[in-house]
């Protein structure tokens, strides 16, 4: 029963209890004859009801008093602390109505909080896993020599490694997203991207080759364009790594070459050790001097022979480690001067002057013959090979004691090096184009003076070169002290 029906029975109650008593009182006063006393009784009556019902009602206010400040405590705490509980009353008043729904309400909230709570985990949980994996892919990408771009299905850059700022000249703001054609200028690479984006499934990954203009130069890149799958067969960007294949395709192109000159290096001797071979059987040979003489240039061609063949052999010997290094105490300017001695020939019929300053030949260093003999003459042909006719080659052998060191110099009046090609010299097969009419040759010569001088010595190479003036070629060897 609730109070305020309570308080209706207990008002019911009072007034009918009143009634009687003033109906008692009044009749009471009659009877004994005092009717003025009598008029009295419904007042007094009244008031005693009165009275009665303002207790009654005082008395109600203040449970209800407590209840609400019981409650207001408990949620204030369940504020404070923020966890949810339940609403309990001491007494069982009035109020216990409303906090009966309101721990319903409460246990409800408190079941979704906790559920909240656990979802909330679950995706933090997700955007550390996310986080985490979008790191070590932004890691790999920007760890990539190759330059690496990556587009959103509207043709945004949001990711481009180093290597792609450097190679198309932008600096990426990850913040602010833009349009591909806003960053990159090359439009055939805009165009590549779209298409790919477009052509969505059908096609996820193409090669390209494409050609792009690095500080004034032309390079060779092979794109490859892969699409970015998101669920539902859409497409959610594309990316693009741009492979530098200029180098490849020079080395290819070099070793195409390479193939061609050395067969022709071959051929030329054989053929003419071939026709003089038959020319003498034929009887042609008809004087002894004749017969001298085309022995002489069978001799001389089977002797070229085998200097080519000698450095392609070489050269792969001494870098697979082949070669057994035999180091001695040797004098550098004696090896040079046993170069002079082949090389006058060459010199000769250029009529090249070939001139030079030696070292006293006690200066020693320590290294192996064969190996320093074959440098030298590499340096000293290629000088006299690259000078035209007339010019002239000059070679030096210096001591520096105070850096211990025997250098060897040989410098030319000849055609010199582009500065472009200079760093590229002393690769395998390399020839200068500018100069290949000059002299045939295989591009080993250098690579092979490099290797035996740096690699296998410990030395310094050096060249300096002015185009049309000439150029100079060094090495230096530690002597023995
Ligand atoms: P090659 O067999 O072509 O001579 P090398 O390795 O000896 O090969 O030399 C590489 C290239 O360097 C040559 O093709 C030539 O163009 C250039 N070169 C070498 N020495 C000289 C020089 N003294 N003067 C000008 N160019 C030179």
Not at 45 to 55: E, Q, R, T, Y
Not at 180 to 189: A, E, K
Request: hydrophobic fraction near 40%; proline fraction near 2%.
């Amino acid at each position: 029963m609730t109070t305020v029906r309570r308080l209706g029975i207990a008002s019911v109650l009072l007034v009918a209890f009143g009634a009687s008593i003033a109906y008692y009182a009044t009749t009471l006063a009659l009877r004994n004859g005092h009717g003025e006393s009598a008029q009295n009784v419904p007042w007094v009556a009244l008031v005693f009801i009165a009275a009665l019902a303002a207790g009654g009602v005082m008395a109600f206010w203040k449970t209800v008093q407590r209840d609400i400040n019981t409650i207001s405590s408990q949620m204030d705490t369940m504020a404070k602390t923020g966890k949810i509980g339940l609403v309990m009353l001491e007494s069982t008043g009035e109020l216990n109505q409303i906090v009966k729904p309101l721990n319903e309400f409460l246990t409800m909230i408190r079941r979704q909080t906790e559920d909240l709570r656990v979802e909330n985990r679950e995706l933090q949980i997700q955007f550390r896993v996310a986080a985490a994996e979008k790191h070590n892919t932004e890691a790999i990408i920007f760890s990539i020599s190759d330059a690496v771009i990556v587009t959103n299905r509207f043709d945004e850059l949001i990711l481009a490694n180093e290597a792609a700022e450097k190679l198309l000249g932008f600096k990426l703001t990850p913040s602010l997203r833009k349009n591909i054609d806003q960053i990159i200028s090359n439009g055939t690479l805009v165009r590549l991207i779209r298409e790919t984006r477009s052509n969505g499934r059908n096609i996820t990954r193409k090669v390209v080759e494409h050609c792009i203009d690095q500080k004034g130069s032309p390079r060779t890149f092979n794109i490859t364009l892969s699409c970015v799958a998101a669920p539902a067969d859409e497409v959610s960007g594309v990316v693009a790594v741009l492979h530098d294949v200029t180098r490849e395709k020079e080395i290819a192109r070099i070793k195409t070459d390479f193939v061609s000159n050395v067969s022709h290096e071959l051929k030329t001797p054989l053929s003419s050790i071939k026709a003089y071979i038959e020319m003498l059987l034929d009887g042609e040979a008809q004087d002894e001097k004749t017969t001298k003489e085309f022995y002489e240039i069978i001799s001389f061609e089977t002797d070229r022979l085998h200097r080519l063949i000698e450095n392609i052999l070489n050269i792969s010997r001494i870098e697979s480690g082949v070669v057994k290094v035999v180091r001695e105490p040797i004098s550098l300017t004696s090896v040079v001067k046993q170069v002079l001695d082949v090389a006058v020939i060459q010199a000769k019929s250029k009529n090249i002057r070939l001139t030079d300053s030696l070292a006293p030949v006690y200066y020693q260093i320590e290294a192996d013959r064969d190996m320093i003999y074959q440098a030298v003459l590499n340096l000293l042909s290629n000088a006299i090979k690259y000078t035209p006719e007339d010019g002239s080659v000059n070679v030096t052998v210096n001591v520096d004691e105070r850096r211990k060191v025997a250098v060897c110099e040989v410098s030319d009046t000849g055609a010199g090096i582009p500065v472009d090609d200079l760093p590229k010299i002393f690769d395998k097969f390399y020839r200068v184009r500018a100069n290949e009419k000059m002299a045939k040759g295989t591009g080993l010569g250098l690579a092979l003076v490099k290797h035996i001088v740096e690699t296998v010595h410990d030395g310094k190479l050096t060249v300096t070169s002015e185009e049309g003036k000439g150029s100079t070629f060094a090495f230096e060897l530690p002597i023995i002290v």
